[in-house]
């Protein structure tokens, strides 16, 4: 069959000279045949992975190693909460976004560096990345699958992220070689800005010293508050269920409470403030048992973690959002509560309450401490006075770039 | 519907093979030996159902009579209920929950707007408030979309027209509709052999006097969905979990929607029903016909709390005849002559509030149960300068539901039920939705100029689809006080909290204001949930603030209510400046309007200088 090989690669050709002009001079086999091998391959073939992109792109074949094709921290979580009730879970439930070759980036036909719709056709739904295009998660009944979509997917809008806005892509944070070496990004906030100590949250040491940028700068971040995984072992009792279909036979997802608004504030693994969300307070119903009177809406996990939303603003909420808001540090008092989780069995007094939850990469802030941050001090009310002076009087920016 | 059911009345009584053995009496017994009496008042079948009570075999008995299953019903309730029960009969034919007339007028001002006409269900003549005689056209005959609409969506809810099909939604017509009782299937489960398991009927034969809470919430359970906001329901996301035995949960409930649990409403915690604020002139009329539901309701908060300035008024009844002492007498402890009944919001007496030994006191009127009102006035918290402008429920509402975004569609391809024509004709109504959510909500200036919640009502875009599939309008957002634009309409969501909202959670937060979710960036706030046929305004607001210059772009519905328009928005941020140090309710800067001023005197720049 070797003697096909110069027509099957002319035909190539012909049909992709848009890869031929980003890699002009090259034969095919440079990218088509991997080491030590004779015979074309596609770029995109599993078993090679990048060994047609390596032989040039010397370095990035590491990011194989890394979270986004081995993802073992998905793979932990599953095997604390959803495989103990499924062994096949990760196999049902979240096998599509599994990092196989080059080309699930860098598209085929036109391998140059990938588009922000590239990214978000793994980065989506709950997940980091759709959130910088101004998408949030709608909730799943269908009542609520409508408007825009991308890839069949339907979002609500949201204010994009400022460098969304502005025409960066995630690969100007997050290069290629950061991310084969494993770091989450080649940049962060103060690589670019220099906060501009005129702005009076910049004045104040503590936020500097203690917060993420983000903290106060990510607008809003999607938030799932109790996720269910319903398992059918028979497909007709799904009927019932008037919810988006996800990617297994054998499952259905819901939610009990969505909410996209500026999120709770925790303790990161940088010791600093930073947004936290439920990733996840997972759920389980086999809906076959519970209707034959076995156990359902079991709580596998209820773990939270910290995280950047991808929805930075010039702006930030106002003082008393953190300052004055228990609830956002998971500290809800009992009176201010609304939604009655024990009542519906949910096992948890309310998802604002640390008891019974967990933070995976970092803590809640105690109570002490947000004692300490929510006491009047003269200095506060000093800071507090000048910001709403401001926003009544008149504008600044709250960064230079 | 009715002759169906007649049909397998007949087909029942075949099967049971029903035989007539005893000449003396009604043969209805016969077949309906078990049925409970509707009441002890209400112990024969003829004077209510009619038919002929000496027939012997059920087709000839059943010829005659009304409904035949409820002799309530419209086309009947003159014969039945109304020879004994005129004057209740005729506030019926006017209220709002009849006429439906707030609802259809506020059909047509998000479709094609007003034509002129005042529309009811069934038109006629009736008294409008001033006492005047006044025409209304029936919508039968208003023959575009909103008529449509109304038609086949919301008449589900009209007090004359029954629903036996909507699980946890089924209600008679007519007077049975509220006093008689139904459960979520609609399904007889009474004493009567005949009649047990029946779909289509009451869940007893046994008349209920006073409506219970859940007789309410058979219809007031969509749109403002007060009745399961005021138990601590909500039907949020309709995610259908927790589920319950396999099923969607945790409780289910008509439209597939399934409920969870929120706070519930203070009074439903402490054991009040509807009916124990709801006079019956609030729901059965008083006999004028009002254009909408919020001048036909009497009942206001202060009636039994006072304002901030007045304590709740009483009248001592005098007189015999009084409606209070005529009212009461099913209660478990009947008004007297000589009581002091406190006077609702329209200088009526209550017939179950009275004030007694320096209190006010309510009774539940099915429990008997006393509760003792607070009276608020006076106290600090409620005579701060300028909140004299806010509804009770502005600041005492745990949440206040509010839909976000409702895409209407009209399919002219597909057929629907007209529940008001009673047949199926061209035309098909569907439903999406963006986002729900309760708390924050905002607030505007409503009709009587009051700062109150406002809630989408509606935020209407409308899809036609015509017959052969083309699309003649799409995400259409019809003209509202002359140009497009959506609405929210002032509400009281029927969720009421002890505590209120806070004094910064509120002037803090510009989300209140209608800002919808947002961010601050110096002196503009930005939204952050975007209307989708937009590129900066927020879904969930009506206003938006750029460089200090505050824009509505969203109307409230009513004569009279607005937005808080520049000025105000100042003045409730302003208050920011004095809460850190001031922060208490009783302070005496609060007692006065607030001299913004004082930050510049020798003590407040003293005090704010310091290191």
Redesign the interface.
Known sequence: MHWMTPYIAGFCLLLSSEAMAAHGGLVCGSCHRPPGGSVVTAVRAASSLADGCVVCHRGYGRIFDQSMAHRKGEKQFVQRSYARVDSGFWEKNCSSCHLKSCLDCHDEGEPKKPTVAACQRCHKGYYTGWDYSGRAPREDNMRYQRGLAINDETFLKMLPDVHSRAGLTCGDCHSMSSLSQGKKSSKGCIDCHKPDLKILEHRISVHMERLECYACHSAWGAQEYATFFLRFRDPKMKEDFDLKAGPSEDYLRSSYLRKQDAPPLGINDRGRISPIRPLFIAYYTDIMSARNGGPENTLLVAEWRAWFPHTVQRGSVTCERCHDNPARFLLEPEAGRIFQLKKDRLQLESFWVQEGQRMVNGSFMSANRYLRMSSKSPAYTKAYIEKWKTLLNHVENSSRP | MRLSALIISLLACLVSACTLTDSNRSTCLSCHNALEHASPAHDDCVNCHGGDPKARNKGTAHATMRGPANPSAPDTWEEACGRCHRYQLERVKSTIMQTNAGMIRNVQLTWEGEDGRTYTTTGGKQFAADGQPVEFAAVEDLDNLSGELYRKFCSRCHVGSSNAESYGAAHASGCAACHFPWNDTATYQGRDKTMKGRAGHSASHAMIALPDTQVCSRCHNRSGRIAISYQ?LYD?????????????G?LMTSG?RNL????PDVHFAAGMECIDCHTSRDVMGDGFAYRNMYLQTEVACEDCHGSGSQVPRYRETVRENEESLRESKGYKQPATSGMKMIQTSKGRSYSNVFYRDGAVWLQGKRSGKLHRSKVITGTPEHTIAGHGRLECYACHS??SVQCY?C?TRYDKGKRGMDFIKGEETAGFFS?????????PFPLALNQRGRISPVTPGCQTFVTVAEADGTQSKTEYVAKFKGRQQLRFAPFYSHNTGK?SVGC??CH???QFLGFG?H??????I???????RSDSKP?DGFLSMD??RVTAYSAITRENARPMNASEI?RA??V??CL??H?KAGDRIYRKGINLRA?DDSLHRR??S??
């Not at chain 2, 949020?236 to 969607?248: A, C, F, K």
């Open positions: 601590g949020g996301n309709n995610g259908l979990v927790p589920t319950s035995g396999g099923e969607g945790p597939a969870t649990s929120i706070a745990h949440t975004g895409h439903e999406t939705e963006d986002y729900r959510m309760l708390y505590k910064s959670e803090g937060n510009p979710q961010i601050v960036e110096g002196n503009s930005k939204g952050t949930l975007i209307c989708e879904l460089r200090g100042k941020l302003s920011n400046l850190p140090c922060s930050l005090l704010l310091a290191p």
